[in-house]
């Protein structure tokens, strides 16, 4: 199983990205995703995610401008970050909990990050 992020890069300030995470493999079947974020000098943070009962959540710190969906027809989900800010800039992880067919457990995977950087 693996997860490709892609969709970030150079934004000016209160400008729009939309983050997208693919999952392939041998899939039986996905249960929470999220998107991540560690900006530098700080921890790795929860910015979204949709847990395995549909419902969202979103950090405080980006809430009413940030929105997690997910495709699950696609095994994609995406991040859609609006009136970004300066201190938005981090490198952003997506994150999901997967099942494959190989084995009935459930396991963490991370993609390989995506630099957004929030400048004028």
């Known amino acids: 199983v693996q997860l490709q992020a892609s969709g970030g890069g150079l934004v000016q300030p209160g400008g729009s990205l939309r983050l997208s995470c693919a999952a392939s493999g041998t899939i039986r079947t996905i249960n929470a995703v999220g998107w991540y974020r560690q900006a530098p000098g700080k921890q790795r943070e929860l910015v979204a995610s949709i847990p395995s009962d549909g419902t969202t959540n979103i950090a405080d710190s980006v809430k009413g401008r940030f929105t997690i969906s997910r495709d699950n027809a696609e095994n994609t989900w995406y991040l859609q970050m609006n009136s970004l800010k300066p201190e938005d800039t981090a490198v952003y992880y997506c994150?999901?909990?997967?099942?494959?067919?190989?084995?009935?457990?459930?396991?963490?995977?991370w993609g390989q990050g995506t630099l957004v950087t929030v400048s004028s």
């Open positions: 994150h999901a909990a997967i099942m494959s067919f190989h084995l009935p457990v459930i396991y963490d995977y």
